[in-house]
């Protein structure tokens, strides 16, 4: 077996290094950009925890920050995020797509943080679409079923300062409430 490894990997790396196999970088114009072709779509979800030690906005001489700013799912105590079924979520990434199953209800969503697909508008041109998960919906049906209404589990908060006075801390946690597209198209 270890024979086979060793055989396959020389032969991956005879093959990368081989002179058919290298690419080059090439300059695109507009023609040639805009005949390029693809996948119509793709979903992102990211789950993301962060600690940011200061973003600040400095305007002739004064200055506004947050400091000490995190984001998380805000799980931090065990009361913080209940799971629906009893429990709690742990602390953790900041979950910005939404996932839910609930096999006795029938109920299994998976909902992307963003979405991009290619349209085609009113105009017959093409445009770039991004759609926001339309959380909005999903809850008013949740809740017209019995369920309760599910959150995008985030939390960003730091400690608010206009230039070294502190005037508290800012948390931002929990939406439950989302829907909504951008479009993006060429002149």
Not at 40 to 64: C, E, K
Request: charged share 15%; aromatic share 4%.
């Amino acid at each position: 077996m270890l024979q086979l490894r060793t055989l396959l990997s020389a032969a991956c790396l005879a093959m990368l290094s081989s002179g058919a196999t290298q690419a080059a970088l090439v300059d695109l114009d507009n023609q040639t950009l805009g005949n390029i072709t693809g996948q119509a779509g793709i979903s992102i979800r990211a789950d993301v925890q962060a600690q940011i030690g200061q973003v600040s906005w400095i305007d002739d001489g004064g200055s506004l920050s947050l400091r000490n700013v995190r984001i998380d799912n805000g799980c931090v105590n065990a009361g913080d995020c209940p799971n629906g079924s009893g429990g709690f979520f742990a602390y953790g990434p900041a979950q910005l797509g939404l996932s839910l199953s609930l096999p006795a209800f029938g109920v299994h969503i998976n909902v992307p943080t963003l979405k991009v697909d290619v349209i085609t508008g009113s105009n017959g041109q093409q445009q770039l679409q991004f759609t926001l998960p339309d959380l909005t919906g999903i809850n008013e049906q949740l809740m017209a079923g019995g369920i309760p209404a599910q959150r995008i589990r985030v939390r960003v908060a730091g400690d608010m300062y206009v230039g070294d006075s502190r005037l508290g801390s800012l948390v931002i946690r929990d939406i439950t409430s989302l829907r909504g597209n951008i479009r993006v198209w060429g002149h």
